[in-house]
Antibody, heavy 118, light 110 residues
Framework: QVQLVQSGAEVKKPGASVQISCKAS????????VHWVRQAPGQGLEWMGR????????IYAKNLQGRVTLTRDTSTTTLHMELNSLRSEDTAVYYC???????????WGQGTLVTLSS | QSALTQPPSASGSPGQSVTISCTGT?????????VSWYQQHPGKAPKLMIF???QRPSGVPDRFSGSKSGNTASLTVSGLQADDEAEYYC??????????FGGGTELTVL
């Protein structure tokens, strides 16, 4: 069965970087896109970016461009999201999701909480 | 890209129907058939309920339906059940090759 399993919660200091991993299984990895979104506490969903798993090409949300990097490792079918220069408003649950070829998100990871604390 | 506009709350009694709206612009909802809806229970990841405006993934009850008129998409939940109580988000692909979400609607089953 399709699964996206994310790495565990992180606590970071302002100005630091965080990397979250998302292990994909149960489907043909290179045939799909994977997106990332985040959800601040008590808030809605914010789209962050998308990676094409066969060639690694990316698209990012304009407000995060320059701070976020999406990569993938086809040998381990793992996606990575790195966010730099962390600030308090980056405290959120981060999700990876598979695109179902219809520009919608059919499978989601369990979410990774990133907390900023000085 | 501004978030799509959803009402913050909606409610209905068991067995009734409720419709949640999602208003965007001609750059997203109005110009795209890639509008989707997600259900999120507290502490859980969202779940895809509707894609391509009105398509249901397998396993989603036909009590859930979607539609679109102009720049506004709608999700209708018929025959409300207690487990339908959740937050609902719409999403749309945009003409800038990005995605945008609505602010979410909290559905309460009275």
């Amino acid at each position: 069965q399709v699964q996206l399993v994310q790495s565990g919660a992180e606590v970071k200091k302002p100005g630091a970087s965080v990397q979250i991993s998302c292990k994909a299984s149960g489907y043909s990895f290179s045939n799909y896109y994977v997106h990332w979104v985040r959800q601040a506490p008590g808030q809605g969903l914010e789209w962050m970016g998308r990676i094409k798993c066969n060639d690694g090409s990316t698209i990012y949300a304009k407000n995060l461009q320059g701070r976020v990097t999406l990569t993938r490792d086809t040998s381990t079918t793992t996606l990575h999201m790195e966010l730099n220069s962390l600030r308090s408003e980056d405290t959120a649950v981060y999700y990876c999701m598979r695109d179902n070829h219809a520009w919608s998100f059919d499978y989601w990871g369990q979410g990774t909480l990133v907390t900023l604390s000085s | 890209q501004s978030a799509l506009t959803q009402p913050p709350s909606a409610s209905g009694s068991p067995g009734q129907s409720v419709t949640i709206s999602c208003t965007g612009t001609s750059s997203d909802v109005g110009g795209s058939n890639h509008v989707s809806w997600y259900q999120q229970h507290p502490g859980k990841a969202p779940k895809l309920m509707i894609f391509e405006v009105s398509q249901r993934p397998s396993g989603v009850p036909d009590r859930f339906s979607g539609s679109k008129s102009g720049n506004t998409a709608s999700l209708t939940v018929s025959g409300l059940q207690a487990d339908d109580e959740a937050e609902y988000y719409c999403s749309s692909y945009t003409d800038r090759n990005t995605w945008v979400f609505g602010g979410g609607t909290e559905l309460t089953v009275l």
